[in-house]
């Protein structure tokens, strides 16, 4: 397969792929529908799996098995684990409340979310400054995220989404549990926690209230959206509702539009079935 030469094409090039092996790839693995498998890719896992892994032995494979395996090879992003030196790991007021392994985890987003922002507008992307920042943090739980994202950006509005009730008000009592100092009391000032069950219209409409209601100089404000343990299908509908944003009309963007998106998603056995691939439906509007 030939090297793509631009991050456009690796999602062009990605979403030809998907589209050829839909049924396979739409299938969701606890179903074991064996039906979608052709008759002729009669090979064991280890064999599939060796391919995969190291590039070699698959003369064995049916050719058209081996044309999948060949073509996620050369789509898959970098595997490796991304090197975060202590020194670039930005600082945290507090790690109450959190595990270590939870702090692991809050710590290297933030600064990764930080990182990203600070490029996005230093290659002049957005023309709205920072101070114009709005962040979504879906699926926010006890707000660790969101708190994080709000001392590392310090004129950012927050909005806090969970579908749960409970860790809504879990948050909110986490805010006030702290003590209140300056940085604390300014944080919880710029955050609000709302119960939303997220779908992609549902995100919109949250998104579009919040803006709506803290706008004052009436121009397009720059969202962010962020989402750590994005549980099941949660990362395709964020992707869904950032992509519908992205290619709206431009009357539908007066109130703000897509900076960029960072979700890391798990649960993956909880993502409902049906609807289309994201990518392969928006794939005419992409440009990176």
């Known amino acids: ?36 498998i052709p008759e002729d890719w009669m090979a064991t896992s280890e064999e599939v799996l060796q391919y995969y892994v190291t590039g070699f032995g698959g003369e064995q494979l049916p050719p058209t098995l081996r044309e999948l395996v060949d073509g996620v090879r050369a789509l898959q992003l970098p595997r490796a684990a991304i090197d975060m030196p202590d020194d670039k790991l930005k600082s945290l007021p507090t790690k109450k409340g959190m595990s270590p392994k939870k702090f692991h985890e809050v710590q290297r987003m933030a600064s990764y979310v930080k990182n990203l922002v600070d490029s996005v507008y230093d290659h002049g992307v957005s023309s709205i400054d920072q101070g114009h920042l709005h962040i979504v943090d879906v699926g926010a739980g006890q707000g660790y995220i969101t708190r994080a994202l709000g001392t590392l950006f310090p004129d950012a509005k927050l909005l806090a989404l969970d579908a749960d009730h409970g860790q809504t008000e879990g948050a909110k009592r986490q805010a006030k549990g702290r003590r209140v100092d300056n940085l604390t009391a300014d944080i919880n000032s710029r955050i609000d926690h709302r119960t939303v069950l997220v779908k992609p219209d549902s995100l919109l409409d949250a998104v579009d209230t919040w803006v709506h209601a803290g706008q004052n100089d009436g121009k397009p404000v720059p969202v962010l959206f962020v989402a750590l ?53 928006q794939k005419q509007h992409l440009s990176l």
Request: with cysteine.
């Open 1 to 36: 397969m030939a090297k793509h030469s631009s991050g456009n094409d690796h999602l062009h090039l990605l979403a030809d792929l998907v589209a050829a092996h839909r049924s396979l790839l739409a299938t969701h693995p606890n179903d074991v529908d064996l039906s979608v």
């Open 229 to 281: 343990h994005a549980c099941g299908s949660l990362t395709p509908d964020m992707l869904r509702a950032f992509l519908a944003r992205a290619v709206s009309p431009r009357g539908a963007r007066e109130t703000w539009y897509p900076l960029a998106i960072v979700t890391v998603g798990c649960c993956y056995n909880l993502m409902y079935p049906g609807g289309e691939f994201v990518v392969f439906v």
